[in-house]
């Protein structure tokens, strides 16, 4: 077990993820032109070598609907662009998806803070990985947060919304966010 050049110690140290053999480099997205697809550019976090990585892609435009917000249609688009499988090149690169099929996106509720987005399950249910690349994508994307800030996320039912950043501890360590993020209530409107 010599010759390993590191000591043992009887302290916790935090260096990282483990190293990986997966390049993690990220592959071209094809122009919107080249494959078809009418949509806008985005980089959604994909997991790879146990951490957040932005990967570009042209994300479709979701059908436009009566009387919905173009903030929750975007969200929409890259929730699904979450879910789908990533591509061949994606997947040879190392990249994996841990965001499950199936989430919807609703707008805020009466009370709900401004910038609330409503999601089909409760946030504190998804696995910690899928909450952390969710919160990192819709953080990175100018159609859908106002600025640089926290992502408030609500679940179908009456619980208060709650707020997550994205930071580089959750980028490294994404299974390691909290599924509890902190309770927002509205601002009271000054009169």
Known sequence: MSGCGIRATTV?????????RV????????SGAQS??????????????SQLVGVERVVPVPEKRI???????????????LERTPSAGERDAGFTTGVPGGLTVAPPRTGDPAGTLR???RPEDLPPVALSQIVC???????VAAGPGPVVLGGPDADPPRAWECTDAVRSRPESVPTLGDVVRPKPTAS
Request: hydrophobic share 40%; glycine share 10%; proline share 11%.
């Open 36 to 49: 078809g697809v009418q949509g806008f550019r985005a980089t959604v976090e994909l997991v790879c070598g």
């Open 12 to 20: 916790p140290v935090d260096v990282g993820p483990a190293p990986s």
């Open 23 to 30: 390049s993690c480099d990220t592959p071209e997205a094809p």
């Open 67 to 81: 009387g919905r917000d173009p903030v929750v249609l975007a969200a929409q688009a890259l929730l699904e662009a």
């Open 137 to 143: 994508t819709l953080a990175g994307s100018e159609a």
């Open 119 to 121: 999601l089909s399950r």
